[in-house]
């Protein structure tokens, strides 16, 4: 990890790829705060996403439940 510089700054997502693992490499302990248990199990939810969004800049991400949009704003 690199310290982020003072003063407003980009942020850059270069060809980022995603996937939620498959049900059955899920452990007990990783499921303690989940409500309920995601079968798609191995797909990959984000493929190749790419920007860049500069200070003061408005991005949306707009797609169907379970695309990752939370994932990438984490």
């Known amino acids: 990890a690199r310290p982020v510089p003072d003063g407003p700054v980009a942020v850059e997502f270069d060809d980022v790829r995603f996937g939620y693992p498959a049900a ?33 800049q408005t991005i949306a991400l707009v797609g169907s439940s379970g695309a ?4 990438i704003a984490q």
């Open 24 to 56: 059955d490499k899920v452990s007990l302990a990783s499921l303690e705060e989940v409500a309920a248990l995601d079968t798609r199990g191995g797909e990959e939810v984000l493929h190749g996403l790419s920007f860049r969004a500069e200070p003061g």
């Open 68 to 71: 990752g949009k939370s994932t």
